[in-house]
C-alpha cells in the first residue's frame, strides 16, 4: 500500500505536464475566397479569403502563406468618419477556446498579395495558416462561382 501513494506522486506531474504540453486543435469551417483577376492590368493586385476558425485551446492565428500569390497578410477592416479602412494584422487574430472566429466581407480576413494566377471561379487557393501553438493547417479554400452572402452578427 505504501508504494501506491509514492506511485500516484510520481505519475501525476507527469500527466499534468504531457497534458499542458499538447497543442491545441484548430478547426477550420466555411472557406472561401473572392474570384479576382491575377494582374494589375486586369485590375487585381490583391484577393481576400474567408473562414471560420474555431480552436481547442486558446491559439493566435499567426500567419497565412500561399504558393498562388506573393505573399498573405491577415487584415481588418473597419468604417472611420466614413472611411473604410484595411489594416494588416501584424499581431494576427486570438483565438479564444472553444469560440468559433470569422474571418468575413468587411471585417477580419486574409489577403492574398500579388497573385500569380486569376483567382477564377470554380477554381481554388491553397493555404497555409500557422499558428502561435497548434500545427500549421493547410486547405484549398474554393473560389465560389456566386460569393456567398455576408455573415450577419459580429464574432
Not at 57 to 69: K, S, Y
Request: aromatic share 2%; proline share 10%; hydrophobic share 50%.
Amino acid at each position: 500500500m505504501a508504494r501506491l501513494p509514492v506511485l500516484v506522486l510520481i505519475t501525476g506531474p507527469l500527466l499534468a505536464a504531457a497534458t499542458a504540453a499538447t497543442p491545441p486543435a484548430v478547426k477550420v469551417t466555411d472557406a472561401w475566397c473572392r474570384a479576382a483577376p491575377a494582374s494589375a492590368l486586369a485590375g487585381a493586385l490583391a484577393g481576400a479569403c474567408y473562414m471560420t476558425l474555431t480552436a481547442s485551446g486558446g491559439d493566435r492565428l499567426a500567419a497565412v502563406e500561399t504558393p498562388a500569390a506573393d505573399h498573405g497578410e491577415i487584415h481588418t477592416m473597419d468604417m472611420s468618419g466614413g472611411v473604410m479602412r484595411m489594416r494588416q494584422l501584424t499581431d494576427g487574430i486570438l483565438l479564444p477556446a472553444g469560440q468559433s472566429v470569422d474571418l468575413k466581407p468587411g471585417a477580419r480576413h486574409l489577403m492574398i498579395i500579388g497573385p500569380r494566377q486569376p483567382l477564377a471561379a470554380g477554381g481554388g487557393v491553397p493555404l497555409t495558416l500557422r499558428f502561435e501553438k497548434a500545427a500549421p493547417l493547410t486547405l484549398r479554400a474554393p473560389i465560389p462561382i456566386a460569393a456567398p452572402p455576408a455573415a450577419t452578427g459580429s464574432r
